[in-house]
T-cell receptor, first 111, second 113 residues
Framework: NAGVTQTPKFQVLKTGQSMTLQCAQD?????MSWYRQDPGMGLRLIHY???????DQGEVPNGYNVSRSTTEDFPLRLLSAAPSQTSVYFC??????????FGPGTRLLVL | RKEVEQDPGPFNVPEGATVAFNCTYS??????FFWYRQDCRKEPKLLMS???SGNEDGRFTAQLNRASQYISLLIRDSKLSDSATYLC??????????????FGSGTRLSIRP
């Protein structure tokens, strides 16, 4: 089991560029989530999915889109990058009522 | 006021000391509780779940006080390898979707030789 994988590990973008952060899990988990972590702010939920074809907004969804066409994959799209989106992004997966497993994170810098 | 609050620390204690953290939560409908550990520049990992009766895992003891709405983590005989940030996690509804899982900002612990 690879668990939860994320690519890329690091990314530098210019303001206005778009990109997709990839997340995949091989544990057949129903739930997948995207968080961002900023210094002193803790983890904040961006978007989540409770199953293939179902997504919903979390606490800080603006500027991000997601889709869940398969159980395994949950990509996060930045539509037009802004410096305020500089952060560390974590993807997580779980089954209902169980603990979440996190990917290793993607460090994003927007100039 | 944040829904889950933790003392950010840092706690700087000598090796072998006992250290305790508290975490308060504001929503009385919260159902399940966890402590996660996060090493510098790494992803959070589950340390232990917190049960109403309290639970112990080696040197770690977690307790829940529903009346006062806080959970605690006690680390005995601390090791250098315990240095990390400890995240308090509260799940508002049992078997709920991810939107009800709230993370605290974390408490930094540094163990010195």
């Amino acid at each position: 089991n690879a668990g939860v994988t994320q690519t890329p590990k690091f990314q530098v973008l210019k303001t206005g560029q778009s990109m997709t952060l990839q997340c995949a899990q091989d544990m057949n988990h129903e739930y997948m989530s995207w968080y961002r972590q900023d210094p002193g702010m803790g983890l904040r939920l961006i978007h989540y999915s409770v199953g293939a074809g179902i997504t919903d907004q979390g606490e800080v969804p603006n500027g991000y889109n997601v889709s869940r066409s398969t159980t395994e994959d949950f990509p996060l799209r930045l539509l037009s990058a802004a410096p305020s989106q500089t952060s560390v992004y974590f993807c997580a997966s779980s089954n209902p009522g169980e603990t979440q497993y996190f990917g290793p994170g993607t460090r994003l810098l927007v100039l | 006021r944040k829904e889950v609050e933790q003392d950010p620390g840092p706690f700087n204690v000598p090796e072998g000391a006992t250290v305790a953290f508290n975490c308060t939560y504001s929503n009385s409908a919260s159902q399940s509780f966890f402590w996660y550990r996060q090493d510098c520049r790494k992803e959070p990992k589950l340390l232990m779940s917190v049960y109403s009766s309290g639970n112990e895992d080696g040197r770690f003891t977690a307790q829940l006080n529903r009346a006062s709405q806080y959970i605690s983590l006690l680390i005995r005989d601390s090791k250098l390898s315990d240095s990390a940030t400890y995240l308090c996690v509260v799940n508002r509804l049992r078997y709920s979707s991810a939107s009800k899982i709230i993370f605290g900002s974390g408490t930094r612990l540094s163990i010195r030789p």
